[in-house]
C-alpha cells in the first residue's frame, strides 16, 4: 500500500521536548542518521512489526530513519509519525515516498507536536514506538508516563536507546574515551543523558507500565564485518563523536591537541586491526496486564508468527 501523507499539526509547545538535542539539524547529521538506521535495520527492529489496521505512534520520527522500516516491517499498519522540527518532518516525509516506491508498507500520517503536548485522544493507538528520543529529554519518565494515556489498555511501548558507556575498543584510548565523555558531559549540560540505555527498565517501571522487558542489541565491528565498521563505527560513531568538536572546545572540556589525538584514535579502531564494541538496549512493555490481547490482534509480530507482551 503506499504511504498516505496528510498535512501536520502544529504544536503550542514546538521544542520543549529536545531541551538535550545536542547533535544538531545539518545535512551531515540527517546522513548520519540515515547510515544508523540502514546499517542497524536488522539488529534494532528484528522483531518489531505491528499487524494490518492497528494505529501506531512513532514519537520523534526526526528525519524518517526508522519510520521507513516500521513503515516496511508493518504493512497495513497506520502509522502516525511526530517530531517538532517542521524541516525534519519534510525530509521524512521525502525518505520513506523514495524508498522502495511501489513495495507493502504501512500508511503514514505526519505530525508537527510537541511529546509533552500531543494532540491524541485517550486511548487512541494501539501501539508507541520511541526510538533514540528519551536521550534527550530533561524528564523522560514523565514523557513515558504522559504516553501511556495514549495507549489502550494493552496496548505496547517499543522503546530503543544507546549507552555511550558500552563503548570499548581496540586499541584502547584514554584520549578516544575523553573525546566520548565530552559528548556525554555536553548532553547532560543540554539536559539530556547519554547513558540512558541502563536506565530503561527503572523507568518504564516508573511510569507504570506492565510487562517491562530490557535487552541488549550489541553492535561488534571488526575487518571481517566491514559493513559495521564503515556504517556504525567510522560514519554513525565516531561522526557523532567528531560533530561536537565546537562545542567541547567552547565548554573548555578538551584541548585541540587531546581531541584531535582522540578522534584519530577512534578511527584506529575501525582500521586494519581494529575493533569496537557498543550496546542499545530495547526495551518492550505494556499498558496494563488485563487487554494484552484487545483490539487489533497481536501486540507485536516476531517474523510470521505473533508473540505476546514478552518478545523483545
Not at 536521550?135 to 544507546?162: K, S, Y
Not at 578538551?254 to 578522534?263: E, K, L, N, V
Not at 586494519?272 to 509480530?301: I, L, M
Request: hydrophobic fraction near 40%.
Amino acid at each position: 500500500m503506499e504511504t498516505a501523507v496528510t498535512g501536520t499539526t502544529e504544536s503550542t509547545a514546538a521544542a520543549a521536548d529536545l531541551d538535550g538535542y545536542v547533535h544538531g539539524y545539518s545535512e551531515r547529521e540527517a546522513r548520519r542518521l540515515g547510515d544508523q538506521a540502514d546499517t542497524l535495520a536488522e539488529l534494532l527492529h528484528h522483531g518489531t512489526a505491528y499487524p494490518p489496521g492497528s494505529r501506531v505512534l512513532e514519537v520523534g520520527c526526526g528525519v524518517g530513519a526508522q519510520t521507513v522500516r516500521l513503515a516496511e516491517s508493518s504493512p497495513g499498519a497506520r502509522i502516525v509519525a511526530v517530531d517538532t522540527s517542521e524541516e525534519s518532518l519534510a525530509q521524512a516525509r521525502a525518505r520513506v515516498e523514495a524508498h522502495r516506491p511501489g513495495a507493502p508498507r504501512a500508511e503514514v500520517e505526519w505530525h508537527r507536536a510537541d511529546l509533552f503536548d500531543l494532540p491524541f485522544a485517550d486511548a487512541e493507538f494501539d501501539h508507541v514506538f520511541v526510538c533514540f528520543v528519551l536521550e534527550h529529554l530533561r524528564d523522560p519518565e514523565r514523557a513515558l508516563a504522559g504516553l501511556r494515556r495514549l495507549l489502550r489498555p494493552g496496548g505496547t511501548l517499543t522503546v530503543i536507546e544507546g549507552d555511550h558507556g558500552s563503548a570499548f575498543f581496540h586499541p584502547a584510548s584514554a584520549y578516544a574515551h575523553a573525546a566520548i565523555d565530552c559528548q556525554v558531559r555536553l548532553q547532560s549540560a543540554a539536559g539530556g543523558d547519554a547513558l540512558i540505555g541502563r536506565r530503561l527498565q527503572p523507568l518504564l517501571s516508573g511510569a507504570g507500565y506492565d510487562g517491562v522487558e530490557v535487552r541488549p542489541r550489541t553492535v561488534y565491528a571488526d575487518r571481517t564485518r566491514p559493513s559495521l565498521v564503515d556504517g556504525f563505527t567510522r560514519n554513525t560513531f565516531t561522526a557523532m563523536i567528531e560533530s561536537v568538536r565546537e562545542e567541547a572546545m567552547a565548554a573548555g572540556l578538551s584541548t585541540p591537541a587531546d581531541w584531535d589525538r582522540g578522534i584519530a584514535d577512534l578511527h584506529r579502531t575501525a582500521a586494519d586491526g581494529g575493533t569496537f564494541h557498543y550496546t542499545f538496549f530495547k526495551a518492550h512493555a505494556v499498558n496494563g496486564a488485563s487487554g494484552a490481547n484487545g483490539a487489533n490482534g497481536a501486540n507485536r509480530v516476531e517474523g510470521a508468527n505473533a508473540a505476546g507482551p514478552s518478545a523483545v
